[in-house]
């Protein structure tokens, strides 16, 4: 039997307990739960007045009893389709990344995220947390179902969530599906239930994969052999290739080459690139690169073979300046250099034609070339974090230019040819030294529809009157510019009465000294 029931945070019938008392046998390997943290038994669907249904006691009581071994199913299936994980959440890392708070101090934050790759099954158990078990008004053959939930590496924004009967389990997603529970996800065995999960993520199967490689690999003639050997086994050693992120490497040179030739997208994330391989050109059909977090302090020349990429981002590592082999990169379409150490922005830019994306933001850029103003395709440009002390004038020629973030910057103004950007729709000035803006901004730019100005040294008066001009369709922050300078007002009038008390009672005790000196003498 349970003990004493109560209404729990998810106003649910239940009771609280802790990870060392439901695991006892996994509690040495437990570093994610706190054995502080508690965790909430609930049974589900019932009302505050009622108790648990037999069904759902019947289910508490072998869950207490059985309890470890339904953890040790749960890891044993998460290590089993361990690849299937890591092709859909990417290998687990930490990356650490330096952010400035509102109060201009600096401070380091750690992400933690992806799938483990351990060699002992249970220290998985260090990469997810159990915050609720939630026993529902389902049942079969007499004995509720229960579902698990909680937060996880490799899913942070959505958690996890399992679905057992006994010592069956029955579904795997997140933390809905520990919460709510459909008979229609009830399947016959784990090989059904992996085929489920693979169809929702629209995976192939590790066995169907093998055995097209093989087919397809009949028809390939073999050249440069140890050129794609050594594009392969990079791959492999950063965890790149699905299917092979953990698992011995069992297939023929031909059908390497299949797999090479399938990659459109690669993400190393906190990734140690210690060197990129001269052949990764003969990744022809790749579209989408992304190098963050992987302590780069320059950008590889290799990559500037791969012609026919669109999408590439080399951002959070130690980059001081762009090749001009960038030039090159003919079909990109976004380009994403920031939090680096840039400073400048090579001329050749300008041969980007069909670049449309552009993120420079955390560098310490003050200026742009020329150049840039012949980007006729750039819709979207990210520049703030930089050390721009005036507007780059450059910009103003580009009519294509939709979005631009000047953010923390130090602009002390903005130029009234700024109408000039026809088709700007969102234009963010926040965290500036703007004392004004130039009536014209609401006038003559008819598409933009989102302005953000907040925290600049515009006076109180001033953004009462911009208030009241400003189009209703354009969004803006106007009210919380307006709450910030109410409040630093009322901070300084507090101060001044502080400081005019405190010189009051330094004129009175300087009196009172003056009259006690007096006295003393008489």
């Given at each position: 039997?349970?003990?004493?029931?109560?209404?729990?945070?998810?106003?649910e019938?239940?009771?609280?307990?802790?990870?060392?008392?439901?695991?006892?046998?996994?509690?040495s390997?437990?570093?994610?739960?706190s054995?502080k943290?508690?965790?909430?038994v609930?049974?589900?669907y019932?009302?505050?007045d009622?108790?648990?249904?037999k069904?759902?006691?019947?289910?508490?009581?072998?869950f207490?009893?059985?309890?470890?071994?339904?953890?040790?199913?749960?890891?044993?299936?998460?290590?089993?389709?361990?690849e299937?994980?890591?092709?859909?959440?990417?290998?687990?890392?930490?990356?650490?990344?330096?952010n400035?708070?509102?109060?201009?101090?600096?401070?380091?934050y750690?992400?933690?995220?992806?799938?483990?790759?351990?060699?002992?099954?249970?220290d998985?158990?260090?990469?997810f947390?159990?915050?609720?078990?939630?026993?529902?008004?389902?049942?079969?053959?007499?004995?509720?179902?229960?579902?698990?939930?909680?937060?996880?590496t490799?899913?942070?924004?959505?958690?996890?969530?399992f679905?057992?009967?006994k010592?069956?389990?029955?579904?795997?997603?997140?933390?809905?599906?520990?919460?709510y529970?459909?008979?229609?996800?009830r399947?016959?065995?784990?090989?059904?239930?992996?085929?489920?999960?693979?169809?929702?993520h629209?995976?192939?199967?590790?066995?169907?994969?093998?055995?097209?490689?093989?087919?397809?690999?009949?028809?390939?003639?073999?050249?440069?052999?140890?050129?794609?050997?050594?594009?392969?086994?990079?791959?492999?050693?950063?965890?790149?290739?699905?299917?092979?992120?953990?698992s011995p490497?069992?297939?023929?040179?031909k059908e390497?080459?299949?797999?090479?030739?399938?990659?459109?997208?690669?993400?190393?994330?906190?990734?140690?690139?210690?060197?990129?391989?001269d052949?990764?050109?003969?990744?022809?059909?790749?579209?989408?690169l992304?190098?963050?977090?992987?302590?780069?302090?320059?950008?590889?020349?290799?990559?500037?073979?791969?012609?026919?990429?669109?999408?590439?981002s080399?951002?959070?590592?130690?980059?001081?300046?762009?090749p001009?082999?960038i030039?090159?990169?003919?079909?990109?379409?976004?380009?994403?250099l920031?939090?680096?150490?840039?400073?400048?922005?090579p001329?050749?830019?300008v041969?980007?034609t069909?670049?449309?994306?552009?993120?420079?933001?955390?560098?310490?850029?003050?200026?742009?070339?020329?150049?840039?103003?012949?980007l006729?395709n750039?819709?979207i440009?990210?520049?703030?974090?930089n050390?721009?002390?005036?507007?780059?004038?450059?910009i103003?020629?580009?009519?294509?230019l939709?979005?631009?973030?000047?953010?923390?910057?130090?602009?002390?103004?903005?130029?009234?040819?700024?109408?000039?950007?026809?088709?700007?729709?969102?234009?963010?000035?926040?965290?500036?030294?703007?004392?004004?803006?130039?009536?014209?901004?609401f006038?003559?730019?008819?598409?933009?529809?989102?302005l953000?100005?907040?925290?600049?040294?515009?006076?109180?008066?001033?953004?009462n009157?911009?208030?009241?001009?400003?189009?209703?369709?354009?969004?803006?922050?106007?009210?919380?510019?307006?709450?910030c300078?109410?409040?630093?007002?009322e901070?300084?009038?507090?101060?001044?009465?502080?400081?005019?008390s405190?010189?009051n009672?330094?004129?009175s005790?300087?009196?009172?000294?003056?009259?006690?000196?007096?006295w003393?003498k008489?």
């Open positions: 039997m349970p003990p004493k029931l109560e209404l729990t945070e998810s106003d019938l239940g009771y609280y307990t802790t990870f060392k008392k439901l695991f006892p046998r996994f509690e390997y437990s570093q994610y739960t054995s943290d508690l965790i909430q609930n049974f589900s019932t009302d505050e009622t108790a648990p249904n069904a759902q006691l019947a289910a508490h009581d072998f207490i009893t059985h309890s470890n071994k339904i953890l040790e199913n749960l890891i044993t299936y998460l290590k089993q389709y361990e299937y994980f890591l092709e859909l959440y990417g290998p687990y890392r930490e990356t650490s990344y330096e400035v708070d509102l109060n201009g101090e600096t401070r380091i750690t992400d933690k995220d992806g799938f483990p790759i351990v060699d002992n099954l249970y998985i158990i260090n990469y947390g159990i915050n609720t078990i939630n026993i529902v008004d389902a049942e079969e053959d007499g004995i509720s179902y229960i579902g698990f939930t909680g937060g996880c490799w899913d942070t924004e959505h958690g996890f969530g679905i057992f009967h010592l069956e389990l029955l579904n795997v997603g997140d933390w809905d599906t520990g919460q529970f459909n008979k229609d996800w399947t016959d065995n784990q090989y059904l239930l992996t085929n489920a999960f693979l169809k929702l629209c995976m192939e199967s590790l066995e169907k994969r093998k055995e097209r490689l093989v087919n397809l690999g009949k028809s390939i003639q073999v050249k440069n052999a140890t050129a794609y050997e050594e594009v392969f086994n990079w791959l492999v050693k950063h965890k790149m290739i699905y299917g092979y992120r953990n490497v069992d297939i023929t040179i390497k080459i299949i797999l090479i030739n399938e990659i459109e997208e690669l993400l190393f994330w906190g990734n140690e690139i210690k060197f990129v391989p052949a990764i050109y003969l990744l022809e059909n790749l579209k989408s992304t190098f963050s977090h992987t302590t780069l302090e320059a950008i590889p020349l290799q990559l500037m073979k791969l012609t026919g990429l669109k999408h590439l080399v951002s959070s590592n130690k980059i001081n300046s762009i001009k082999e030039m090159f990169l003919k079909s990109l379409e976004s380009l994403s920031n939090d680096n150490k840039l400073q400048s922005i001329e050749e830019i041969q980007l069909n670049l449309q994306c552009l993120d420079l933001s955390s560098n310490k850029l003050s200026d742009l070339p020329e150049s840039f103003s012949e006729n750039l819709e440009l990210t520049l703030n974090y050390s721009f002390t005036s507007f780059p004038d450059v103003l020629n580009i009519s294509s939709k979005n631009l973030n000047l953010s923390n910057n130090q602009l002390t103004n903005i130029p009234q040819a700024i109408t000039q950007l026809k088709s700007l729709e969102e234009l963010d000035l926040r965290f500036n030294q703007l004392t004004t803006l130039p009536k014209s901004l006038d003559q730019m008819s598409n933009l529809q989102q953000q100005i907040a925290v600049n040294p515009i006076d109180l008066e001033d953004l009157h911009i208030q009241q001009f400003i189009p209703q369709k354009i969004e803006t922050d106007l009210e919380s510019a307006i709450a300078v109410i409040d630093d007002l901070r300084q009038q507090e101060d001044t009465q502080i400081d005019t405190s010189s009672l330094k004129a005790d300087t009196s009172d000294k003056k009259w006690w000196e007096f003393r008489k």
